[in-house]
């Protein structure tokens, strides 16, 4: 079955919410920082599958200091809670502004007593282990990955850590951000790089995509057609499916129509 998720951060009013049982997803990922006894309730109500999304290391956190990890458990506990299908890892990385490569990283966590000499990519795959054995068996896992070839972009594992291909055995899916217009890429480049990554660690594949332009301080100019055409790209197999980022985007653009059209491509 071809997943049709949509992401929502949870933090509108309860109005804002009213729609959701109409626009044919078939999975939501959450928020855990504002997931509640309440409005897990009504997702609980949809019968879809759920996932609840993990910020993992905070700003200006280092993925390598000893109590990174506690850190992380207290929110994987606290998403637990809510028995999800999935949890999902966000920031799963070093810190460093990816999203616009026309330049060289921005913003990057530099060496400090926890990672210095250290293998970025060896730290992840230590946390990733652990997360691993942390999560109950009947619990997926996955994380959101940066859209770019290894080969094109070494500071990709050297910088933020994220070596796609070995994270990969620790992980039920991927997926990778691919916000087309944000990373001044191609429509086409969705699903070149879904391949690409299928191909590079044979885990199922789940793209997410915008609905508008990012970050925020842009005007929106993201039209209906390159919309629908971006997830067409995103659903070409071997994907298993399209993310939404963001419902409450799709709300503040008055885009919920659009958002239930790019939802039905892959029907």
């Known amino acids: 079955m071809i997943i049709n998720s949509v992401f929502v951060a949870l933090w509108g009013r309860g109005e804002d919410y009213k729609d959701l049982d109409e626009i044919g997803a078939n999975h939501f990922i959450l928020s855990e920082s504002r997931i509640n006894r309440e409005n897990i309730k009504q997702f609980n109500k949809l019968k879809c599958k759920i996932g609840i999304c993990v910020d993992c290391f905070g700003e200006d956190g280092c993925p390598a200091n000893p109590a990174s990890f506690g850190k992380l458990r207290v929110k994987i506990d606290n998403a637990l809670k809510y028995k ?149 790209e995103a659903v070409k197999p071997p994907s298993k499916g399209v993310i939404i980022f963001l419902w409450e985007h799709a709300v503040e653009k008055n885009k919920i129509h659009l958002l239930e059209e790019m939802l039905r491509v892959s029907l």
């Open 84 to 232: 999800p299908n999935e949890i999902w890892l966000d920031h799963f990385r070093f810190d460093g502004r990816w999203e616009v490569r026309t330049q060289k990283l921005a913003k990057v966590h530099k060496e400090c007593k926890f990672c210095i000499k250290k293998s970025r990519f060896k730290v992840l795959l230590n946390i990733a282990n652990k997360v691993r054995k942390y999560v109950p068996k009947n619990v997926e896992i996955g994380y959101f990955a940066v859209p770019f070839k290894h080969e094109e972009y070494s500071d990709l594992v050297t910088i933020l850590g994220q070596d796609h291909k070995l994270l990969a055995k620790y992980f039920d899916a991927i997926s990778p951000m691919l916000y087309h217009r944000m990373i001044k890429k191609p429509i086409s480049y969705i699903h070149e790089y879904v391949e690409y990554l299928y191909n590079l660690t044979n885990r199922p594949i789940m793209p997410i995509i915008q609905i508008k332009d990012m970050p925020d301080s842009l005007v929106d100019k993201l039209s209906r057609e390159e919309a629908l055409s971006a997830a067409k």
